[in-house]
């Protein structure tokens, strides 16, 4: 199962090699050698061998060029058939010298024959793609950004050939995850020392394929950037019930979604709660009779919880809806009551909330709550740096936010921040966040007094929801079209599955 990945920002980076590197220790060797290790795997599995492949390496100016070419140089030891193409005015000495020692060859990508150029990386086996790294400022320029261009849109869907990124897909946002410009889908990227936010955060983790991390034996201390929850950090934050657990100390979760005429998504919150494992669900609100209809377990009526659920289906014009969202806030505020706030009860917020307050917009809602902070953005610009306008919100509101997504974005308190990709693209489906809700809301009823705590729990707990929402996707429907209310009846056999494979109910 995948543990945790763990990334780290490219100054940080550059600050743990730095001993390293005064201390002679030869980290592009090191780094050279892991990815001609990693292609010639991929080589071997597509075609049985590494001799005779065509490779082709585009080569930037820096060292990740010199780790490319380093890499194709061990490549054409082992007989692949190496072309090196150089996209700025210098290119790494060593690196080039030692690929034509090797016997591949080297020459200048030639701005007036890109074309030419597209149709011979298209004819190869693999390309590495060593043209920025790190030290990238913006995305690609001149004719190498004109070249990817041109092999992208010839290249379809998952089609030869295999394209490696080296360290980082050249000219994604490494720190932030954007995507300035065009930039060359991998299948692979071979990352040094660390993982990078880029690889998790969206859009440009949509770029990187697969992630391997290559370990240079950093010292990378402290907090990670960005997280990435894998399964086994998910059945670790679980809240497994112990033997003399009852209802109540298991937690409450109340919910307060969805209205006579529009009941579903009382029934889909409510659902993801009860599936989820909690104590109990107490529905409040005009869609008792749908929610008892689909979960005869669910409570009716006001009463003590640890977690709301706060708005899927309250609607703006919903005074009544409206005033027992506020209500619900009167506990939030003054006993620390838990929350998922979503949609409709995303305008009611208080000005200033704790982190125990969970957020669950998606990009259009997360523009609408910072214009109500006077920030003006629009949807498309938080769908393209979608963790600067989540940590704005957290930082303007005090709250936790999960802003959703193709991949979601969790920022919580002490700088918290966690991209999960765990969903399938059918997951863009109305209710489905309604479901998510639901299960978030169990996992703080369940946990609030740790979350007071720790706060940044609660941004752990909401990225353990996101995954848990999205294997759940992934078992009700492999690889097809998806209801929300089959992804909340995944749900137990989905927390089941990852339970068992860490033994987690052997306790
Ligand atoms: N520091 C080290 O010893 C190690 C570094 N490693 C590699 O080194 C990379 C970082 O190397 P560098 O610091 O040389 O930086 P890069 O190789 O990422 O690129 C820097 C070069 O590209 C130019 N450049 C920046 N942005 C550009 C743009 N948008 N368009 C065109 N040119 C642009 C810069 O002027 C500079 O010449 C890492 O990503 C990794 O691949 C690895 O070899 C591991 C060890
Ligand atoms: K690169």
Not at 41 to 49: M, N
Not at 288 to 302: C, I, K, M, Q
Not at 380 to 404: F, I, S
């Amino acid at each position: 199962m995948r543990p945790v990945l763990l990334t780290w920002n490219a100054a940080r980076v550059r600050a743990a090699e730095e001993p390293l590197l005064a201390a002679g220790a030869p980290l592009m060797a090191h780094a050279a050698f892991a990815l001609h290790v990693a292609v010639a795997r991929e080589l071997r599995a597509r075609r049985g061998r590494v001799a005779g492949a065509v490779v082709v390496v585009l080569a930037g100016a820096g060292n990740n060029g010199g780790d490319a070419l380093h890499a194709g140089a061990l490549l054409a030891r082992r007989g692949a058939r190496v072309l090196a193409l150089t996209t700025a005015q210098r290119w790494h000495d060593e690196g080039a010298a030692a690929l034509l020692a090797a016997g591949g060859r080297l020459r200048a990508l030639v701005p007036d024959a890109v074309d030419d150029d597209a149709a011979q990386v298209l004819a190869a086996d693999v390309v590495l793609d060593g043209v920025l790294g790190i030290g990238a400022r913006g995305g690609l320029r001149g004719p190498v950004a004109r070249l990817v261009e041109a092999v992208a849109a010839a290249r379809p869907d998952g089609d030869s050939p295999l394209v490696v990124a080296v360290d980082v897909p050249s000219g994604i946002g490494v720190d932030d995850g954007t995507r300035a410009g065009t930039v060359l889908d991998a299948d692979l990227t071979v990352t040094f020392g660390g993982a990078k936010p880029g690889l998790v955060l969206p859009p440009a983790a949509w770029a990187a394929g697969r992630v391997e991390v290559v370990d240079l034996g950093l010292a990378l201390a402290g907090p990670a950037d960005v997280a990435s929850l894998g399964p086994d950090d998910v059945a670790a934050l679980w809240p497994v019930p112990e033997r003399a657990a009852h209802k109540y100390a298991r937690g409450v979760v109340g919910v307060v979604a969805g209205t006579r005429t529009y009941p579903g998504a009382a029934v889909l919150a409510s659902s993801g709660a009860a599936l989820a494992g909690v104590g109990m669900v107490r529905y409040v609100g005009d869609a008792g009779d749908a929610v008892l209809a689909a979960r005869p377990e669910v409570v009716v009526g006001p009463g003590r919880v640890q977690a709301w659920v706060l708005g899927p289906g309250v609607s703006p014009d919903d005074a009544a809806q409206r005033r027992r969202v506020q209500r619900a806030f009167d506990g939030v505020l003054h006993r620390g009551e838990a929350a998922v706030v979503d949609a409709g009860a995303l305008d009611l917020l208080p000005e200033r909330v704790g982190p125990h307050v969970v957020l669950t917009p998606h990009a259009g809602e997360l523009a609408r709550l910072l214009a109500q902070h006077g920030v003006d953005v629009e949807r498309t610009a938080v769908e393209a740096e979608p963790l600067r306008w989540a940590r704005e919100a957290h930082d303007r509101t005090g709250a936790t936010v999960l802003l959703k997504g193709g991949t979601t974005v969790v920022v919580g308190a002490h700088g918290a921040v966690y991209a999960q990709s765990d969903g399938p693209t059918w997951l863009a489906t109305a209710g489905a966040g309604d479901v998510l809700a639901g299960v978030l809301g169990a996992l703080l009823a369940a946990r609030v007094d740790d979350v007071h705590e720790d706060p940044s729990l609660a941004a752990a707990l909401a990225a353990a929801a996101a995954l848990v929402h999205g294997r759940a996707a992934h078992r009700a429907v492999p690889d097809g079209p998806i209801v929300a209310l089959a992804v909340a009846h995944a749900v137990p056999a989905t927390v089941a599955e990852l339970l068992r494979a860490t033994g987690t109910l052997a306790r």
